[in-house]
C-alpha cells in the first residue's frame, strides 16, 4: 500500500470519531485550523492538518526520546488514552491535578525534569504549562477550537473532549510514532485499536 493511500485509510478510519469536531468557540490562535461550521455552528477542524500536525509530534518526540517526555493530563476522558499511550511507548504519565512546582521547584519530592512535555487541554492543563513554559521544556498539546495556544510548540488541532476522539488522538500518535521508530509499517496494525484507548466513563461523569 502506497503512502497516500495509507494516509486516505486512516482519514477513513478516524473520520467519524468525533476528532474533528470543535466548539461553538474560536479563538485567533486556532483559527488557522478550523476548515469550516457545521449547520450546528459547531467549528470543524481540518483533519489534513490534525494528521500532518501527528506526524510532526511523532518526529518530535522519537528526537527527544521517550524515556524524556512526561504526558499530562487533568481531562478525564484522557485517562485511559494516556494510560495506553505510556504502556506502549515507555513513557510517563502524570493524571489528575497537576502538582505545582513539579517542574520548577526542586526541592519537592515530585520534581522532575523532563525534556518534552504533552498536554491533553491548555485550558485544564494550564499548571504544566506555565511551569513547562518557565522552565524552558517544550510542549506538544492538542488543542480545540476555543484554545489559547500561545505557549505550545506543536499544536495537533483535534476534539480534546469528546472519548473517542481524545482517545483517537492519542492512538494515532503512538501508531506514527512506532512508525517511525521502524517498529510499525504503514499498513500494520497496532496491538490496540482506538476502542482500546477510550475512557469507559458516562457523560455526566466528564462534565
Known amino acids: 500500500m502506497s503512502q497516500q493511500a495509507e494516509i486516505t485509510d486512516i482519514k477513513k478510519k478516524v473520520f467519524n470519531t468525533g476528532i474533528r469536531v470543535g466548539t461553538h468557540v474560536k479563538t485567533k490562535f486556532m483559527e488557522k485550523f478550523i476548515r469550516e461550521s457545521n449547520p450546528e455552528g459547531l467549528y470543524t ?33 484522557a485517562t485511559t488514552p494516556v494510560e495506553k499511550f505510556c504502556e506502549c511507548l515507555g513513557a510517563k504519565g502524570l493524571l489528575g491535578r497537576f502538582m505545582p512546582g513539579t517542574l520548577t521547584n526542586p526541592s ?28 524552558g521544556i517544550p510542549i506538544i498539546g492538542i488543542a480545540d477550537t476555543d484554545n ?17 476522539a481524545i482517545a483517537t488522538v492519542y492512538w494515532l500518535l503512538v501508531r506514527q510514532v512506532l512508525i517511525d521508530r521502524g517498529e510499525l509499517k504503514d499498513n500494520e496494525s497496532t496491538k490496540y485499536e482506538i476502542d482500546d484507548f477510550e475512557t469507559k466513563i458516562t457523560k455526566e461523569e466528564i462534565e
Open 45 to 77: 477542524l481540518d483533519l489534513d492538518i490534525t494528521l500532518e500536525k501527528i506526524q510532526t509530534a511523532a518526529r518530535f518526540i522519537n528526537r527527544v526520546g521517550v524515556e524524556n517526555l512526561i504526558v499530562c493530563s487533568g481531562v478525564k476522558s
Open 108 to 135: 519537592l519530592r515530585e520534581y522532575i525534569e523532563p525534556k518534552l512535555v504533552l498536554i491533553s487541554d491548555p485550558q485544564v492543563d494550564q499548571q504544566a504549562v506555565v511551569e513547562a513554559t518557565n522552565a
Open 148 to 164: 489559547i495556544t500561545s505557549n505550545l510548540d506543536v499544536i495537533i488541532p483535534a476534539n480534546n473532549r469528546g472519548i473517542q
